[in-house]
């Protein structure tokens, strides 16, 4: 257990995001949810949003069918293996 933490405690602050943050949820999810919420808050364009949402639509698309091709798990990049 303690070795555990040592090894936390090693780890730069973006990897340790990057470690917790990918068990829950993908990037691409993460990267539409900020998006989301910047429109919402007037800090984004309604035309940067639908860019935004328009690339994660698609290369959410591009995953889902190299998954159904392959016939097993895909990878989209962000540590998350479908």
Same mark, same amino acid.
């Given at each position: @257990? %303690?070795?555990?933490?040592?090894? =936390?405690?090693?780890? !730069?602050?973006?990897?340790? *995001?990057?470690?917790?943050? !990918?068990? $829950?949820? &993908?990037?691409?999810? @993460? *990267?539409? +949810? +900020? %998006? !989301? =919420? %910047?429109?919402?808050? $007037?800090?984004?364009?309604?035309?940067?949003?639908? +860019? #935004? &949402?328009? #690339?994660?639509? /698609? &290369?959410?698309? *591009? +995953?889902? *069918?190299?998954?159904?091709? !392959?016939? $097993? &798990? %895909?990878?989209?990049?962000? /540590?998350?293996?479908?």
């Amino acid at each position: @257990m %303690a070795e555990k933490r040592k090894n =936390v405690n090693k780890m !730069s602050r973006r990897e340790f *995001v990057d470690r917790y943050l !990918s068990k $829950g949820i &993908s990037k691409k999810l @993460m *990267v539409f +949810i +900020i %998006a !989301s =919420v %910047a429109l919402f808050r $007037g800090n984004l364009t309604g035309t940067d949003w639908v +860019i #935004i &949402s328009g #690339i994660y639509i /698609g &290369s959410q698309t *591009v +995953i889902d *069918v190299f998954k159904a091709k !392959s016939g $097993g &798990s %895909a990878y989209d990049g962000s /540590g998350t293996t479908y």
